[in-house]
């Protein structure tokens, strides 16, 4: 019985803290008397007591680094308050461990150098303008230099560009003043438009009174040669239905005369009248006294 309780309490003190379960997105750096054995992926593992040893317990996740700004110059000797994030990912576990004494501190230096050298490239405007492309070369150049660490930077985002307080007020004035050139750029291409659409107007305007102008006197034209059209066509029938009837010269002489005493009745001062109506004038006195000498008689 009581070999049985010791047999327990070994098991207890010396096989069950032996026995580990990796979880999901875990690695375990195991090492046999002080030199690298193997890595333990998530699952059951056991090891040997006395012997073997957690070196590392590595997460496989990605992980986010914000690292604190950073000074740097630019081309143009302007210095400048930048920080960085980094989202880098651990690929193995053995060389993380091994690779390098605090893998986290030596990215933020190599990020801060790297920075430094990217930004001294440039000058201030193209520092302020080209994000992307200091994110792309950063990344590149790190992803290079850790890889020997068994880590992979997915990508590096600048998160803050502080120039001076100097700078940043002439920059201010300078993008107030821009403003107010493109309001006023805007409020000069609306007026000239506005003056174009008024001309615009006007012209059609214009052209459209001239056309209903022209169309008026048109209808008007027209209207007088289709009314003198129908009087002549009265006058050809009148003439067509006399000859019709064989009116002699007479008739045609006295109609001549009801015209010309119709044109008398109008506005006319002066009236010339034919020969031929002369003398059936003077016919017609004579006629007259005649037969007024008769009744005298």
């Known amino acids: 019985m009581e070999i049985l309780i010791v047999i327990l309490v070994i098991v207890a003190v010396v096989v069950l803290p032996n026995i580990k379960v990796v979880p999901q997105a875990k690695s375990y750096v195991i090492e046999r008397l002080g030199s690298y054995y193997t890595t333990w992926r998530n699952g059951l593992h056991f090891k040997i007591p006395f012997l073997d040893r957690v070196a590392n317990t590595v997460t496989l996740k990605e992980i986010v680094k914000d690292f604190a ?12 308050q930048i920080d960085t994030v980094v989202y880098f990912q651990i690929t193995d576990a ?19 150098t790297t920075l430094r050298n990217i930004i001294g490239e440039l000058e201030l405007d193209q520092t302020l303008t080209s994000r992307d492309i200091i994110n792309s070369k950063m990344r590149s150049i790190l992803d290079e230099a850790t890889d020997p660490w068994g880590i992979k930077v997915n990508r590096v985002e ?11 007020e002439a920059m201010e004035k300078q993008m107030r003043a821009e403003r107010e050139r493109r309001e006023k750029i805007l409020q000069a291409e609306g007026e000239k438009k506005s003056s174009v659409l008024i001309a615009e107007g006007e012209k059609e305007s214009a052209i459209l009174r001239a056309e ?13 040669a289709e009314a003198m059209l129908k009087i002549k066509t009265a006058e050809a029938e009148g003439i067509k239905l006399l000859k019709e009837a064989k009116a ?16 008398a009745d109008g506005q006319a001062t002066k009236i010339i009248v034919p020969s031929e109506l002369q003398s059936i004038a003077t016919f017609g006195t004579t006629l007259k006294e005649i037969m007024n000498d008769k009744k005298g008689a």
Do not use: C, F, H, W
């Open 69 to 80: 700004p950073q000074p740097v110059i630019t081309k143009d000797n302007v210095t400048m």
């Open 248 to 263: 002699d010269s007479s008739v045609l002489t006295l109609k001549s005369y009801e015209t010309l005493s119709r044109m």
């Open 94 to 112: 053995k060389l993380y461990t091994y690779g390098v004494e605090y893998p986290i501190s030596a990215i933020e230096n190599l990020t801060a």
């Open 212 to 224: 209903a102008d022209k169309e008026a006197r048109i209808k008007r034209a027209e209207g007088e």
């Open 158 to 168: 600048v998160k803050n560009i502080l120039p001076p307080k100097d700078i940043q």
